[in-house]
């Protein structure tokens, strides 16, 4: 650091003597700062030759910066004829100047600068000079320092330019706290643009500097903060180097500069100063968790300002955990503005790539800074990097990553070969590269990728000897992890199911119309529908395929159902293959009893068992349990996949019947929870077919929320939203019993004041507003109630149901008219619930304002923003 500055008479010296310049440590009384001005201008004199000189350059410095560079050399020619000696005699009676002068001259403009409004553009480019001509100063007067002397003082010495800038600062720092935020804005605005000018600043102004610009922090007007944490930013990434080295606690660092910067960062409400301590903060593992988490700002120019510019400088994506990496993409690739999932996108494909691909290139003789050729490898390590076994199921961000990066990388889409190398060894990684690709030609660009998916993708025949090998791999391992009695997969297995998964995605897309790679496909599928061990979601995408495989029309639909139907039963018969004594299959349903959860039956059923089974235990009774309740379990899931890609009567399809017949109605009855449960979910399937069958169960459905536990009463509501939405008569129909209409909007009411539950609460929130939405249901008081739940206390901390009132209130009011004038109805009902529940809330509960809810109730009840939706409205 240079050493302190000497003490000179000059003009500062006057203004800070005068009691209307505030100083740091003290403020002026309230009637001495109203009365006086902020700036004080001395007396300055008659002009002089210098004078004229320096106001002519920072006139010119002012109108543009094209001749900043200059201008600066200029003003140091000037600044060295007052300041050394001068090399060659000047002429008679040429005026001399001493550097006190040129210093007086430099702070008289400086007064000036200070009253400039921000919206001067002069203002800006005279700081800019400023900065620009110190820093230049700095430099000369640094190289004409012999080196000996800086290994003595082991610090920077004083110079010109060292107590000039000192000048200049010890004016600035009184003004920090002046009343007018012009001023305080010029004036921290310079202070800040100086020290990240310069590479040193002397200590006799280090800790001033730090306690005014910390103050400014504070400041009422967000454009000096902003100023101030410029300023700050650069302090400190020095304070904690030298913390570091003075090996302080972490409790001192944490109470330090850094931690007011961090804490400023988390809690300051212009996002303008937010996105300025991002940009300027030192990036170090102490900060940049809170620098990362700005991904979830409020304001958009911050978050993008994230993944555009911060994240690119940070250098290689890699030094990242895995979970702060999948969190960055999944923030910023679902972010709802567009401008943040365009900077993600472009973060992923030209910057994480090259970090992958980039080294090689650069080790075989590549250009740094240069894009890489597109590199297959490195496209796996990417996907290696974000974990795409995990990332890459549905709901994960990794396909929409790759969707983002095929769309943004034409040399990887044309670089990128599938032989049949490549297929026989399939990874994780490659599988999911194969299968985004694939995705990405067959739905982006409205078909104009369909020839290069033909192109590099194989055939059904192909495919399919492809499915075959990897699903015989993964059903050896399952059934070998059975036969072991490991309680855990291993990684080997779990990658084989995702590798499984990934083709499995890659059959739907294609095209069946060829007959002999339909037939084997088809045999392949149905084969594998058989086995039992097959894990849910393998599953789920089988019977997915064979819906394709089979056609769209209802002939096809009802060969689909038959063959699933076998499967179902083949799968059904493991359980008579288990245990020869089993002869009637229609009663596994009821043989599988509650041996595992109630002790005395479980008793009194094995030791009939044991009188008729010679030589069985009471293990095998419980793994035999166990088997049977998985086998039903594994039954029910078939029928449910199936379900959910059947659209026609269900009265019409012999094989629907006989699967409801069988299958779930004894599931529904069945003594185990997990069945039941299950077949409760299929029956509710099967009532979406048919709307006699879901009539006659509402009554079961209505029992079942008011007897089942938290999880079921959620699939209870799920099942009645997608009944009364499928048939939207069944609630208005004149056959439709009054009280069971009561008991379903009693179930409504009664989820929606579930505090207790916030599943439960959502789940009633979303189906009441999807009903309300299409008019199945017209009730005022379960619109009264969601009202209620918007605005309450109690739904503060449950965020998805006001995300979703906050959306479905104002559509509802607006959408129809008749919805409008229903929700005046309630506005005064609304009104007295509020006003009585604020009256009843204890101090530290607080409640959205009254007038609040008004503006609001008086926006949704607005005639004018109604949608129009006949010329009839429009004549009315």
């Not at 310069?198 to 280090?206: A, N, P, Q, T, V």
């Not at 978050?303 to 911060?310: E, I, N, P, V």
């Amino acid at each position: 650091m240079p050493g302190r500055v000497s003490t000179r008479t000059s003009t500062a010296s006057r203004l800070s003597r005068k009691s209307s310049v505030p100083t740091i440590g003290s403020r002026a009384s309230t009637a001495s700062r109203i009365s006086s001005p902020t700036v004080v201008i001395p007396d300055e004199g008659p002009s002089t030759a210098l004078r004229a000189q320096i106001c002519t350059i920072f006139g010119d410095a002012q109108k543009t910066t094209a001749g900043h560079r200059k201008l600066v050399i200029s003003l140091r020619k000037i600044q060295e004829a007052c300041c050394y000696e001068p090399t060659k005699p000047g002429k008679k009676g040429e005026a001399s100047f001493e550097e006190d002068d040129f210093n007086v001259e430099i702070a008289r403009c400086v007064i000036r600068l200070v009253g400039v409004k921000k919206s001067e553009g002069v203002g800006d480019r005279i700081v800019r000079f400023l900065g620009l001509f110190l820093r230049h100063a700095s430099e000369k007067d640094a190289a004409l320092v012999p080196e000996s002397d800086l290994e003595e003082t082991q610090s920077f010495p004083e110079t010109p330019s060292t107590r000039l800038t000192s000048h200049v600062l010890s004016i600035l720092l009184p003004l920090l706290a002046s009343k007018e935020k012009t001023v305080r804005y010029r004036s921290t605005q310079l202070i800040s643009h100086i020290i990240n000018s310069l590479d040193s600043i002397d200590d006799e102004h280090y800790n001033l500097l730090k306690a005014g610009l910390l103050k400014r922090t504070k400041d009422r007007e967000p454009m000096v903060r902003v100023q101030a944490v410029l300023g700050l930013g650069r302090l400190a990434g020095n304070e904690g180097d030298e913390e570091h080295a003075n090996g302080d606690s972490d409790e001192d660092d944490a109470n330090g500069l850094l931690g007011r910067l961090l804490e400023v960062l988390q809690n300051d409400p212009s996002a303008d100063v937010r996105r300025s301590l991002l940009l300027n903060l030192p990036l170090t593992p102490a900060t940049l968790p809170y620098l990362l988490e700005r991904a979830r700002d409020l304001d958009p120019a911050t978050r993008r300002a994230l993944y555009s510019r911060l994240l690119p400088a940070l250098g290689d994506f890699r030094h990242l955990s895995l979970s702060m990496r999948e969190k960055l993409l999944r923030w910023g690739l679902r972010d709802r503005d567009e401008n943040v999932r365009k900077a993600t996108a472009r973060l992923f494909r030209e910057r994480w790539i090259e970090d992958c691909a980039g080294p090689k290139n650069v080790a075989q003789g590549g250009v740094v800074g240069e894009a890489s050729a597109p590199s297959v490898d490195g496209l796996l390590e990417l996907l290696e990097r974000i974990d795409v076994v995990n990332s890459g199921v549905e709901g994960g961000v990794a396909l929409e990553a790759l969707k983002e990066f095929w769309e943004g990388r034409p040399d990887y889409r044309a670089a990128i070969n599938f032989d049949d190398s490549f297929w026989d060894h399939l990874t994780a990684e490659s599988v999911f590269m194969a299968r985004s690709f694939n995705d990405f030609c067959r739905q982006e660009g409205e078909g104009k990728y369909e020839a290069l998916v033909e192109e590099k993708m194989p055939e059904v025949t192909r495919l399919a000897f492809f499915l075959q090998r990897y699903m015989n791999d993964l059903v050896e391992r399952l059934r070998r992890i059975d036969n072991a009695a490991e309680d855990e997969e291993d990684d080997d297995t779990i990658e084989s199911e995702f590798i499984l998964e990934q083709l499995l995605h890659i059959a739907q897309t294609l095209d069946y119309t060829d007959e002999v790679g339909r037939r084997k496909m088809f045999a392949l599928l149905r084969e594998t529908l058989a086995i039992a061990e097959l894990p849910e979601e393998v599953t789920k995408l089988v019977v997915d395929v064979l819906r394709g495989v089979c056609g769209s029309e209802a002939a096809g639909e009802r060969e689909f159902c038959g063959v699933v139907l076998e499967a179902v039963a083949e799968v059904h018969d493991t359980i008579s293959a288990d245990d020869p004594m089993v002869e009637d299959e229609d009663e596994s349903f009821h043989s599988a009893r509650s041996e595992l959860s109630d002790s005395t039956p479980t008793k009194a059923k094995q030791g009939k068992k044991s009188a008729s089974k010679d030589g069985e235990n009471e293990e095998e009774n419980e793994e035999k349990a166990i088997r049977e309740i998985m086998v039903n379990m594994k039954c029910l899931h078939i029928a449910q996949c199936m379900l959910q890609n059947v659209e026609g009567n269900l009265q019409l399809n012999v094989h629907l019947v006989t699967m409801l017949n069988n299958l779930v109605v004894p599931a529904v009855r069945s003594h185990e929870a997990p069945i039941r449960e299950r077949g409760l979910l299929c029956l509710g399937l099967c009532c979406l077919l048919d709307k006699t069958l879901a009539e006659e169960n509402l009554t079961l459905f209505v029992l079942c929320f008011s007897k089942g536990h938290e999880a079921l009463q959620i699939t209870t509501l799920h099942i009645l939203c997608d009944i009364l939405t499928t048939h939207a008569t069944l609630l208005s129909s004149p056959t439709t019993d009054p009280a069971l209409q009561k008991s379903i909007f009693k179930i409504f009411h009664k989820a929606l004041k579930a505090t207790n539950s916030p599943d439960v609460q959502l789940a009633a929130t979303t189906a009441l507003c999807k009903l309300m939405l299409t008019s199945v249901i017209q009730d005022e008081d379960l619109l009264k109630q969601l009202v209620l739940c918007y605005f309450e206390p109690a739904t503060k901390d449950n965020a998805g149901v006001r995300q979703a009132l906050s959306y479905s209130l104002p559509v509802y009011c607006h959408s129809r008219r008749e919805n409008m004038e229903r929700m005046a109805k309630v506005v005064i009902p609304v009104m007295h619930s509020l006003v009585a529940l604020g009256d009843e809330l204890e101090e530290e509960e607080e409640m959205v304002g009254l007038g609040v809810v008004v503006g609001m109730l008086v926006d949704w009840t607005d005639a004018r923003k109604v949608v129009v939706q006949d010329a009839a409205s429009v004549s009315g």
